[in-house]
Every structure is written in structure tokens, then in C-alpha cells.
């Protein structure tokens, strides 16, 4: 919000193109080696530091390779291509920036399998906010491009002692050589998820970098600034799949197919009672959100915006969490492999035919014509149910239309005097809010304990919530 207002479009998109860059390769480099961490760190009571040694050397030797790809000239290839000489500077500050945080990845795995996920928590926290500041700060006094990206750099690099401290000082000291042995165990457990991971984060990031490889770097900061997911959306359906995956594992197990769709059918309505009725808001309000949290200078950002809210009334379940209790981890792999070809043809033709507004709606029928129907199948395959009973969709619908009905009510905004983007979309949301409650409250009698329990189990720190990532 502060670098949309504070750097001209060029510098903007400069920066948002240098960490693109960085968060395109990482999923390739990193191949889920701290995932593979919660495996290995129980299984080595007697040698938790050594594991620990063996995984950072992985890591630290992945990170080299983007690291050399920049110093020996990948940074002026990288400008070239995305035709933003201002990348080549920017770039190199970016050399050692693999180096401070992929072997700093190692910590969350670690305090979890510890169970130390207050400290943890404090971390993440603390680390956050001084980021935020530092950034912002370093921003507003020298306005410019390379600002934010040096104080990234520079933060890694202060954060990485610290990571590695914390990930130490929580491990037995034992045995702490590498071994050669361990480091494969962990490559040949780590590739398949990894792989998984992989396909899945290229995807969502594709189309902003087909948009970099053919559009302005004034039209990449407009569309970077539209295509992005509330982040709601992952803390909902993240904490709900975090509760539900152990149960509808247990349950899978026993064979108890029934019992394990029942809970995946709540989870759906548990988040669909919060995230359906925010894409009604926020599609009917999209121009004074964008405006708020990017000025007016952004306000083309407002169709891309609109456009993957459609993506929102699919993502209030993980379908992920059915196909690992259902032991269908290949699955997601081919999906997001599928997804990615798809994804991949679609956006570089629609882009080319209709601008950037094409890779929105590329990743849209993505998910759409390809993504979701092969989820639908394989679960109602896994859970022995109809293609349609995988969801509620009854009870989808019904929500969504009281979502609209308090959706509409809150455009009675548009008959008031209201200029200022805040007031508006305050009066909008109060507004809307009011209507909802009262509205849902009435029709769905469950819903107040439905949001109860949810933040019951969004607050309280749980070691399954790392799943939602998978």
C-alpha cells in the first residue's frame, strides 16, 4: 500500500519484477527440504543437530544456484527479457538473498516438531512487523526501487543468525557431521512433495510473469496489484483443513468414506459462510478497495481485481486435505502438472490477444475447466459419493444468495454523498455486515457457532496447520 503510493509506476513494477524473480524460482530450489524436516527430526532422537547440518547444506547449496545464475550475468538476461533495464541493478542486489533465506526455512519445521509454537509465533510476528517498518521506512526516505529491495536483503541477512540460533538451541546436541546418506533420505522424501509444491506456486505466479515477459513494466504494477487473494482466504481454509485432515484420515482408514465426506462437506460450510458472502462485497465495492489500498494511480488494477475474486467461491475448501487422507498425494502432483500446461498456453494466448486483462481470466477457466473438475472426480472417486454430492452445493447456493441479498442492501452507499473512498466503503461495509449477520443468523441458526468455532481453532497454535501450504 505505501510502495503503490510512494514509487512512480516504473520503480513499482521494478520491484515487485526483482522479487518475482526470486519467488518464481524458490519453489523449484527449495523441492520441500524443510518439510521434509517434520519426517526426520523424530526419527533422529540421537542426532537432531546432525539432521538439521544435513538439510541446511542442501538448502544452502540449492541457493547457490539461483545466487550464480545472478553474479555471472542472470540479472542483465533477466532485464532483457522483461525489457526493464532497471532490473539489472536491482537485481544484483539480490545475489546473496537465496543464501540468508532458504537455510533460515528450517525454523518453523523445527519449533513445530518441538513444540515450541510460541516462541514461534513471537518470531514470525516480531520478524514481520520490523520488516514492514524497514521497508516502509527505508521507502519513504529515499523513494526508490532499490530501497525496499536492499532492506529485504539486509533483514535476511540480520534474521539468518537468529533462525539458526533458535533452530539449534531447540535440538538435543548429539552427533552433528553430515551425512551423505541422510541427504539423499531427505532429497528422495522431500522431490514428490516438492514437486507438488512446485507446480502448484508456478502456477499461481505464471501469469505474472508471462504479464512481465509481455506487457510494460507500468502495465505489469497494474496488474500485480489487481490479481491478488484476500489473504483471508488461506487463513480460513488453511486453519479449517489444518482441524479436519487427522480426522478424515483416521476416518478414511477405518473406511468410514461417509463419515470422512460429512467432514469435508462442514468444512465447505464453514468457510463458505464467510468467504462467499466477501466476494459478493468485494466484487460490488472492488473500485473503493483498490482506491484504498492503492490509490487512485491504480485504478485500473480494479477489473483484474474483480476478475480473480471469481476464483474465491472455489477456494472455501482445501481439496487438497481430502486427497491426502484419501492417500492420493500423486494426484495433486498430476493436477497442478496439468494445471500448469493449461494455465501456461491459455495465458500466453489470451495475454497476447487482449492485454494483461488475459492472464486473469486464463488462471480463472484454469481452475475452472480443469483444476476443479479433477478434484470433484478423484474425491467422489475416493469417497465412493456422486460427482455432485462432493459438496453442499444446496446449501452453498443458499448462502451466497443471503450473501447477495446483504450485498445489494450495501449499495445503498451509492445514493450517499461519500467521495472519500474510506467513508464509502466503511458505510458499505457496516452496512453489509449488519445485513449479513442478522440475515444469517435467521435463515442458518448454526452460524454463530460455526464462527466460534472457527476462530476457536484459528487462535489456538496447532503443529497441522504447516499442511495447508501442501
Known sequence: MVL???????????YRQTMLAYQFAEPLLTLALPMALYYFLPLSSNRERGVLLDNIALLTLLASVFTLFLFFGGNNLLALRFDNPALSSSLRWLIPYPLFVMPASIVSAVMVVKGRTTLLSVYNVTSRLLLGVLVIGSSLVWRNHLAPVI?????AGVMLPIALTMAFSSVSKGASGLRLTMMLSMIKYSVPLGLSTMLGTVTLQLDKMIVSLLCSPEEFAVYANGAVEIPLVGVITGSIAAVILADM????????????LELFRKAAIRSGMILLPISVFLFLHARDFILILFSAKYSGSVLPFRIFLFILPVRIVFF??????????SSIMWRSAGSLVLNSVLCYLFVTWFGYIGAAVALVLTIYLWSVPYNLRLIAMGFTCRYTSVLPVRQLLSIFLVGLVAGLLSCIRFLLPLDWPIASFGVALLVFGSAYVMIATYVFPEWMSYGKALLKHHLRPRAGAVTSRA
Open 151 to 155: 532492506s529485504q536483503v539486509v533483514w
Open 4 to 14: 503503490a503510493r510512494v514509487l512512480t509506476k516504473s520503480d513499482y513494477a521494478t
Open 320 to 329: 487438497g486435505s481430502a486427497l491426502m487422507a484419501l492417500g492420493m498425494t
Open 249 to 260: 484420515t483416521v476416518a478414511c482408514r477405518n473406511g468410514s468414506y461417509t463419515e470422512a
